[in-house]
């Protein structure tokens, strides 16, 4: 199988991933799909589905294996649907893969060409950021600073080790702290520089 030529969206809770992720999907020759889509789309009547079931109605962490299978599922989907057209569009991910375990698992899968990491140096400012995001969305739990500091935590011991996974020359840092049109425009830039440059 063709590997999917890939952009890569990594950052803490409240850096923005998702939104840019949207944001860059919306532009003609990308594709957006988000962890979080995969898991909504889930047919529990499947085998698969059923085994995701098995563990999320328990609180526990989808093992990774079943998750790649879900996500490849998903864009099967998409592909299917003509929404992902894997010969002209670019796969933009955020939320997956969510750990180096699952990294490896999808290098058959995956040609990433780019990868983001949206950077948010001031934790102070980041948690002030998550906690209005909790009142807008209505999350009320996760307002509080003992659920945020977890979720921090979480991200620095399972998701962080995803940077230096990979090549340093493949990477970007982007200040995430900035408005979302001055995040959008680094990464955008980015790209450019990306498919100018392409490293062999």
Not at 145 to 168: G, N
Request: aromatic fraction near 6%.
């Amino acid at each position: 199988m063709e590997k999917y030529r890939t952009y890569l969206l990594i950052g803490s809770p409240g850096s923005g991933k998702g939104t840019q992720g949207k944001a860059l999907g919306t532009l003609p020759g990308f594709f957006h799909c988000a962890c979080g889509d995969v898991f909504r789309s889930i047919d529990t009547s499947t085998v698969l589905g059923k085994a995701f079931l098995h563990y999320s109605s328990k609180g526990q962490l989808v093992p990774d294996d079943i998750t790649v299978k879900l996500w490849l599922a998903r864009i099967a989907a998409c592909v299917e649907s003509h929404a992902f057209r894997p010969s002209v569009d670019r796969l933009v991910l955020d939320g997956i893969p969510r750990n180096v375990e699952q990294a490896r698992i999808m290098e058959d899968i995956l040609e990433i060409e780019q990868v983001f990491h949206l950077d948010c140096p001031d934790r102070k400012q980041l948690i002030e950021r998550l906690k209005k995001r909790a009142l807008r969305d209505n999350r009320l739990d996760d307002a509080s600073e003992d659920v945020i500091h977890r979720r921090l935590e979480v991200y620095r011991m399972e998701s962080e080790p995803l940077l230096s996974h990979y090549p340093e020359a493949r990477r970007k840092e982007i200040n995430a702290l900035a408005s979302p049109h001055q995040v959008m425009l680094q990464i955008l830039n980015a790209v450019e520089e990306a498919e100018n440059t392409a490293v062999p």
